[in-house]
């Protein structure tokens, strides 16, 4: 392997003039500058990025935590994180956490001294409390998550607002057993989806029957087992609200599977507009979340906070929603409450 001390050999030059090559000082000449570079090329030397760090306080990288990298939902997060710092010249070193204290804690002990920055989704409450033990002003960006406060920047998308706004667009199609399966009872994100699904409910003057509100796990399979319990009961609901898309889609293979026509006779919606949901048998109405967009806003503000420092202002952001109405809940030209409502195909 051909280190720092064979390019400084046969340039004639000493190795912290390489260093400085490098690092792009000021105070190598460039007639030196341009031989050492030649002769790295011609030897086929790399610079080791971890012991460059050490020497420019700088590593190019960004840490990206999530709690899982399984999904949809996952991939277009990390496609509008990795194309907005590619742009600026960064590289990602992505991990997950499953939302467990102990493994945020030792991913953060890996990722130490390795990247200039941290972005972490973490909806499960207090799993962000580690990113306290980082070094005064390192720079943090944390999605969807219930801290409060400016110690980091922040950015939640509108659950409560989406979700409300979703099954007051059933309500409108004359729904009134409308049924949730919601998410993991500790996360952020399934909470908020359930209180505007609650509030949606109140403000119609409807109190939904206990059995209406069944615990999912914001997978494909918890949807199929919530659904097809909700189909056990009478009267059974005529409308399912899922808290997210991958639970909607186990919902409508629970319903093809007993043979119940939607939304003839079971409305479906969901949440997030996952790439797969427009091509879903029927499409899947939804609350669509511009995923990408969230893993580019996201960046930018990380990068924001690198690159100025102290100049930088922590904020809290909301990432609005919007409403997306397909065939799986019918009721094409009706009005969606206040959101801004996109409509595909026919219903």
Known sequence: MVTIRDVARAARVSVATVSRVQNES????????????????????????????LSTRHTSSIGVLLPDLY??????????????????????????????????????????????????????????????????????????????????????VANRQGAYEMVRHLLAQGHRRIAMITGPSRNFDAVERWRGYRAAMQSAKIRPARQWEVAGDFNQASGFDACRKLLRYQPRPTAIFAGNDAM???????????????????????????????????????????????GERAARRLL?????????????????????????CGGRGQPAASSPRRQEGTS
């Open 26 to 53: 000021s105070l190598v000449t460039e007639p030196t500058r341009r031989r050492v570079r030649t002769v790295a090329r011609r030897l086929g030397y790399t610079p080791h990025a971890a012991a460059r760090s």
């Open 71 to 156: 999904g949809e939902f996952y991939a277009e997060l990390i496609r509008g994180i990795d194309q907005t710092t590619q742009r600026q010249g960064y590289h990602l070193l992505v991990a997950s956490s499953h939302n467990d204290r102990g493994m945020i804690e030792a991913a953060l002990q890996a990722m130490r001294g390795r990247v200039d920055g941290l972005i972490l989704m973490s909806p499960a409450p207090g799993a962000h409390v580690p990113v306290r033990d980082l070094p005064e002003g390192f720079p943090v960006v944390l999605l969807n998550c219930n801290a409060s406060g400016k110690a980091f920047d922040s950015i939640v």
């Open 304 to 328: 924001d906070a690198v690159g100025n420092g102290r100049k930088h202002h922590n904020r809290r952001e909301t990432l609005p929603v919007t409403l997306v109405i397909r065939e799986s």
């Open 248 to 294: 909607a889609i186990g919902a409508l293979s629970a319903l093809a599977e007993a043979g119940v026509p939607v939304p003839g006779e079971m409305a479906v919606a969901g949440f997030d507009d996952i790439p797969m949901a427009r091509y879903m048998h029927p499409p899947l109405s939804t609350v669509r979340v511009d995923i990408s967009a969230l």
